[in-house]
């Protein structure tokens, strides 16, 4: 089959297509196997083919086939009962990625876990995209509530493109975004109450939010970017009048709030057990507990979204509303990108370059028409 592989870690001009790879051999058990027609690319196909984790999250053996997130068509139910998945061989299903790899190929095997079918009036390429950052984007907008005041640091990137429509379906009270791209943010599907461009404003003085018709400090900062903490942490060290003028966010004691998915570096690496466990567990517990606890008058109340929904739940509530147009899948209209070497390097530029408009796509083949017999 064909597939993109790299032989190697490191850098994106080691991606390649093969044209002859071998399908794969054989279907794990929780898994079934699909066509692949759209694969969407997300930070840690970076991360993975970087090297960054590979001790964690790198592939087992070379050369390996990266991409996780996909819509295809489904070949094999490998036993499962059909009316337990919601799906049958033929039907188009969107899943989220569980081991970032695999999916850059004609034909891939995915986990029923987080597998769910494609409603009709959906595009490929939308459910593809919608996959693994607008699921995530959904279950992180079920910990904010219409009555808080929320401002999206990251904001057009897969995640927060989907989660700031999720946001605005709940109308909560004011949504603002901080972002390269004010232009993009100001029109449709996301028409904020208020946007900063970071490349040229001091995102984290409030008087320039004041500016910009912010007249009250957030009540909710959603972190999609990393290290606005670490903003704070330098601006609790003010005097408090100084400090008070010019933090964005209100502090815990008043129902002030800090809601991240990623640590204070982008590009962090880990490759011990050790390091996994102090980056995303104990700096976050030690944080949750100073802010509540020891600057609950200063600093927001920091909370880590560890145990974001990771079910077919989630996956179901996604394409329904996106499907009912309440939501609309954004893809990068750089893309979708063609299926080899040059097409799916330039796509990991896109993605590794932090200047996504959305999802980044790779259209690997068209819609399938299974025939059984040609499986
Ligand atoms: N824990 C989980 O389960 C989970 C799941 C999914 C994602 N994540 C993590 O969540 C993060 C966001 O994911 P994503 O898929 O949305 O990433 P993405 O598509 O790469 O988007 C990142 C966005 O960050 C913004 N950005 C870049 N440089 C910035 C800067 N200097 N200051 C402020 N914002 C900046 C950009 O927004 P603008 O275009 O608006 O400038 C960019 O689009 C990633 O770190 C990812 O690894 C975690």
Known sequence: MKAIISNNYG????????????????????????????????????????????????????????????????????GHDPEILGYDVGDR???????????????????????????????????????????????????????????????????????????KLKSVKFLAAATHDCERMSKDPFHLDALLDYTNTDIYEFSNWQNVGVDEQFDTVVDLSGGSWLHFLDQIKLP????????IVKPSSKKGRYLTLVPDVYNFEIHTVWQGMKLFLFQNLFRAFYSRFFRRNRLPAHTFAMSLDNDLDIMKETLKLASEKKIL????????????????????????SRKVKGKVIVQVSDQTNVNPQSR
């Not at 989220?96 to 987080?114: I, P, Q």
């Not at 640091?153 to 429509?165: D, E, K, N, P, R």
């Not at 408090?240 to 933090?247: K, Q, T």
């Open 329 to 352: 899948a954004c893809v990068d209209d750089r893309g979708p990108f063609e299926f080899s070497t040059d097409g799916v390097q330039a796509a990991f530029e896109v993605q590794k």
């Open 11 to 78: 850098s994106i001009s080691n991606l390649h297509l093969s044209l002859d790879f071998p399908r794969p051999a054989s279907i794990p058990k929780k898994e079934i196997l699909v066509k692949t027609e759209c694969v969407a690319l997300s930070p840690g196909d970076c991360r993975v083919l970087s090297g960054a984790c590979k001790e964690m999250q790198g592939p087992p053996s070379f050369p390996y086939i990266p991409g996780g997130d996909l819509c295809g068509t489904v070949l094999d139910l490998n």
């Open 240 to 247: 408090e009048n100084e400090r008070v003028a010019r933090m």
């Open 93 to 167: 299903v969107a899943t989220r990625f569980t081991r970032n790899r695999d999916a850059l190929a004609e034909y891939c095997t995915v986990s029923t876990v987080m597998t769910g079918k494609v409603p009709a009036n959906l595009s490929s390429s939308d459910a593809a995209a919608l996959a693994s950052s607008a699921t995530i984007a959904l279950s992180l907008s079920k910990r904010i509530t219409p009555e808080e005041r929320v401002l999206v640091i990251g904001a057009g990137g897969g995640v927060g493109s989907h989660l700031l429509q999720f946001l």
